[in-house]
């Protein structure tokens, strides 16, 4: 019997920004170009342009009953599940993400996951033991967010919560302040060459990852 060759490696980007146009959307195209020019795959879910309902259902929350996903939340979970990297890109809004993104967490990556396996951190979901990626843009520019404590929020929700929820194997984090109209062609073309570095890094890490198996979990915030 012939052996199957091992799929290749993938990478799913979720991106939850309103306007195809947008610095999110750039970003999410310099990653997913890279990670196909390293030989690996990558595809977009975008949130906006799939019209995706962030409203959990009452149905869907898990409880002593069992839990009942909607088709959409089931297709979704199809579309992505098993993928080796899950990259984040949104902006930040109010100190939060928005709420098309929260949803998303909420109905897709936190499919019957119960309080109880968060605790333990023994959460069977989407995400476990896979690896994730936030990149995050703001119009504030870090050193204004950080004298809020955003910056620190931020690294909070997009590692070590996360990665603490979901029993996931690692979980970095990206940011970068001062996106606004305007923004010059130089500052733009530096921050999305950060964008693959770091998607160069991922690739790397995936690859060795697929012949040696995964290291040991990290104790650091990975940001």
Not at 53 to 58: G, N, Q
Not at 109 to 133: C, K, N, P
Request: hydrophobic letters at 40%.
């Amino acid at each position: 019997m012939t052996e199957q060759a091992p799929s290749p490696v993938r990478h799913v980007v979720i991106r939850a920004h309103p306007s195809p146009k947008s610095f999110n959307a750039s970003i999410a195209a310099a990653y997913c170009d890279t990670v196909r020019a390293c030989g690996q795959n990558a595809s977009v879910r975008d949130l906006y342009a799939l019209n995706f309902d962030p409203l959990l259902k009452e149905d869907e929350r898990p409880h002593a009953g069992g839990t009942s996903l909607s088709s959409d939340v089931r297709e979704e979970i199809a579309a992505i599940r098993d993928a080796d990297i899950y990259v984040l890109v949104y902006p930040v809004w109010f100190a939060m993400p928005p709420a098309i993104m929260k949803g998303y967490i909420d109905r897709v990556f936190g499919a019957e996951v119960t309080v109880r396996q968060i605790q333990d951190r023994a959460a069977d979901g989407v995400l476990s033991g896979h690896h994730m990626l936030s990149i995050t843009t703001s119009g504030a520019r870090e050193v204004w967010l950080d004298e809020q404590g955003q910056v620190e929020s931020l690294r909070n929700l997009s590692t070590r919560y996360l990665r603490n929820a979901f029993g996931m194997a690692s979980c970095e984090h990206l940011h970068f302040g001062g996106i606004t109209e305007g923004l010059s062609k130089r500052f733009a073309d530096q921050y999305l060459y950060d964008v693959e570095e770091r998607a160069r890094h991922m690739c790397a890490m995936l690859a060795a990852e697929r012949r040696t198996g995964p290291a040991p979990l990290s104790i650091g915030d990975g940001s």
